[in-house]
Nanobody, 124 residues
Framework: VQLQASGGGLVQAGGSLRLSCAASGLIFSLYRMGWFRQAPGKEREFVATISRTGGSTRYTDSVKGRFTISRDNAKNTVYLEMNSLEPEDTAVYYC??????????????????WGQGTLVTVSS
């Protein structure tokens, strides 16, 4: 299984970025997908998750209304649209895959496969 995250970069506060995560080596439609992030000196934290069909999503409170997770099962890709970015959003962002049907499982330990991460830096 390979998860290839891309789309990170440097952006000013208030700006937008769109992260992508291309999956291979798995039946993508059988996996819920998640985005996590890890800031320097901090633990990896949950950002957003989406169900197998894309019909259900969950977000951490700090990104609600600003970030949108979506997926295209035909392209084996999950996205994270990030708007109104804040310096506090600066982190390495990781995509992850898991076969659980329980969307409320939000710990990194609940996910089986991980991408390599893409760095998002938001300047003030």
């Amino acid at each position: 299984v390979q998860l290839q995250a891309s789309g990170g970069g440097l952006v000013q506060a208030g700006g937008s970025l769109r992260l992508s995560c291309a999956a291979s080596g798995l039946i993508f439609s059988l996996y819920r997908m998640g985005w996590f992030r890890q800031a320097p000196g901090k633990e990896r934290e949950f950002v957003a998750t989406i169900s197998r069909t894309g019909g259900s999503t969950r977000y951490t409170d700090s990104v609600k209304g600003r970030f949108t997770i979506s997926r295209d099962n035909a392209k084996n890709t999950v996205y994270l649209e990030m708007n109104s970015l804040e310096p506090e959003d600066t982190a390495v962002y990781y995509c992850a895959a898991d076969r659980s049907l329980i969307l409320s499982q939000l710990s990194p330990n609940d996910y089986d496969y991980w991408g390599q991460g893409t760095l998002v830096t938001v300047s003030s």
